[in-house]
């Protein structure tokens, strides 16, 4: 399996959690025994990470780290700290294992390292596989086995090209569970239709030996070898794999936490655990985060965070920003989050550190990047958009490079309120109004783009905005993370419902003004919550808190100004948290499908 940042366990079942799965990983060692049994672990292990980095995870690890196919391109050696194959005796079986990476997979790591070689992954595979198999060489292995960090897609092409070179590809990336064909499944799990749907070359699985055992500590694979001896013409002997059988484990919470390890766990996160723990926002709509979801159609929580970025640098700099473009892949966590979020809920979902620029490009260069973001769908691309001030019409069916049909600009209107008044009064419509379509893109005029920094640069495809003539507004170094920027979208509403009804006065005041709050936001939560997402209650929140510092750390003191113990505080502030920082992402028709 893989892994990113799940150390500790999930809200939704499966749980997971290291301490959990190293309970199974013990479990599985008694059952089968040191000598007979191995444990492979496919990724993503500490990058992004709140807890870790990757090079001290490096060294501070007793076990081997695989890449073959990516090396220093002026030495042609492995990374520092990677080998490129290890060789381990089991059960009478000498067994080569490599690490092997898609090219994809490479381009997606922000400020890549301009030294990196990568090498094509099938032949890289084929070239280790004689080298190892050799029975006149130095290792003689009996099978190879395949550590991939590949798209599913990758790795059905690796199995079927290395039919004879590779006996079994264990893979990570994806972020869903998936069997080969070539595999038996045991315990009655099923193939997901909707992967198979979404990933064309799954439809060709024609028995690949293939297993990608799940994501974030929440499920692992049990898989059994049965092994023939075969004697060639020439009176050779040597083993093949007879049968594969899998038993998928779900990590769910019913099972003990491991003491040594949730200990371990405990002791590194207890620094960061409780602020990370505390809510500071509550939702109405659930934030859809699953891959499956954001890669492949338009979502309301990624509407949401395209609006947060079209507004975020508008209060302090003098130009207009036209429109937002994210990619899927830049929301993470692949889960669904409800009602409370919390600021660990933030770093799961943001957990890259590059930054939210401002760029100037041309119609042409958006349409090229567009082009690009729809270009495989169904697959569960990263480079899927999410926009704000654009509507998209495309062709999912047409060629991968002739899907786009169809660009417009637009801008959000102004809600109406119960009494017509706009969006700056308490009884604000549920609606915050739709996106009014202002113009065509053309292709000749120059337009103001915020994105990321990895994709202004070019990054998972979107070439078309490293072009020597981009000129940059708010470059890498004056941007925001976009986790922060959410965050101090949040802080900055926040304190907008604090100043409106009077909280920032202390005593009897701000008691009156709480109860008179209070009331109000029970009655009328719901209209609050996608008011909050409308265009001036955007801005005026990003304003308050981009413009100069405010610290808040998710609550301020002032808020609740009568004595009381801690432990009696902590419920009222959530119960604040929730009535003043409520929101209601929606789906809105930017992205649309056409048959033309």
């Known amino acids: 399996m893989e892994s990113k940042d799940w150390l500790t366990p999930q809200k939704n079942e499966p749980v997971g ?65 990677s080998k490129k194959f290890v060789i381990l005796e089991k059960g009478g079986l000498k067994l080569g294992i490599v690490g092997l990476v898609e090219k994809e997979w490479l381009e997606t790591i922000p400020n890549l390292p301009s030294n990196l070689l990568y090498k094509d992954f099938v032949s890289t595979g084929k070239e280790l596989s004689t080298q190892l198999r050799d029975p006149n060489g130095p290792y003689a292995v009996d099978l190879i086995i395949a550590l991939t960090h590949c798209r599913l897609s990758n790795d059905i092409i690796l199995a079927k090209q290395c039919k004879n070179d590779i006996d079994l590809i264990l893979g990570g990336h994806d972020h869903f569970y998936y069997i080969g064909k ?8 099923t193939r997901d239709e909707t992967i198979e749907e979404s990933i064309e070359e799954s439809k060709d699985d024609d028995g690949v030996r293939v297993v990608k055992s799940g994501t974030d500590f929440r499920e692992l694979s049990i898989i059994e070898l049965d092994i023939d001896e075969i004697t060639n013409e020439e009176g050779r002997t040597h083993k093949r794999i007879k049968t594969i059988t899998v038993t998928r484990r779900e990590v769910n919470s019913s099972i003990v936490e491991d003491e040594h390890h949730a200990t371990l766990i405990d002791s590194v996160t207890s620094e960061i655990k409780g602020k990370m723990s505390k809510p500071i ?26 609006d947060l970025m079209f507004y975020a640098y508008q209060p302090c700099v003098h130009f207009n920003i036209d429109c937002a473009i ?3 892949g830049s929301i993470r966590s692949d889960s669904i989050y409800d009602e409370e979020i919390t600021l660990g809920d933030l770093l799961e ?45 495309y062709n999912r069916n047409a060629e991968p490079n002739d899907r ?48 990321r920094s990895y994709l202004a640069s070019g990054g998972d495809g979107y070439k078309a905005f490293a072009e020597p003539t981009t000129k940059y507004l708010v470059d890498d170094e004056a941007g925001l993370i976009l986790s922060t920027l959410v965050r101090r979208y949040f802080i900055g509403l926040y304190y907008i419902n604090a100043i409106k009804y009077n909280m920032s006065r202390k005593n009897q005041a701000v ?29 005026n929140a990003l304003s308050l808190s981009m413009c100069e510092y405010v610290n808040i750390e ?42 033309f």
Not at 420 to 441: A, F, Q, V, W, Y
Not at 576 to 588: G, K, L, Q, S, Y
Request: include cysteine; proline fraction near 5%; glycine fraction near 8%.
């Open 349 to 393: 979902i943001f957990p890259f550190e590059d930054t939210v620029v401002v760029i100037r490009v041309t119609g042409r260069q958006i349409w090229d990047v567009l082009q690009n973001a729809v270009s495989m769908v169904p697959k569960q691309e990263g480079r899927f958009p999410i926009v704000s001030g654009l509507k998209i019409e």
């Open 554 to 595: 998710g609550y301020d003191d002032e808020v609740i100004s009568t004595p009381t113990s801690a432990v009696e505080e902590e419920p009222k502030k959530a119960e604040f948290i929730r009535d003043w920082v409520t929101v209601a992402p929606m789906i809105e028709g930017r992205i649309v499908t056409v048959d």
């Open 182 to 189: 070539g595999c038996d499944v045991i315990n009655g799990w």
């Open 281 to 306: 926002a509550y939702t109405l709509k659930p934030w859809d985060c699953r891959s499956s979801m954001l890669r492949t159609q338009e979502t309301a929580f990624g509407n949401f965070v395209a």
């Open 17 to 81: 959690g290291a301490a959990r799965f190293s309970t199974l990983v013990k479990e599985f060692r008694e059952n089968y025994g040191f000598e007979t049994s191995c444990v492979f672990f496919s990724g993503d292990a500490f990058n992004p990470s709140v807890e870790s980095s990757i090079s001290k995870g490096l060294h501070m690890s007793n076990f081997p780290w695989l890449l073959a196919n990516v090396v220093d391109s002026t030495t042609n050696e492995t990374l520092v700290g």
């Open 511 to 539: 008691l009156k003004a709480a109860n008179s709050w209070k009331k109000l936001a029970e009655t009328k939560r719901e209209k609050s919550a996608y008011g909050n997402i409308s265009r001036k209650r955007i801005s």
């Open 326 to 328: 994210l990619a899927g």
């Open 404 to 451: 786009l049909r169809n660009v417009w600009l637009t801008e959000r209107q102004n809600p109406i309120t119960e009494d017509g008044e706009g969006d700056d009064d308490e009884n604000i419509s549920e609606d915050p109004g739709p996106h009014r379509i202002i113009g065509k893109l053309d292709m000749q005029k120059t337009y103001t783009v915020c994105t």
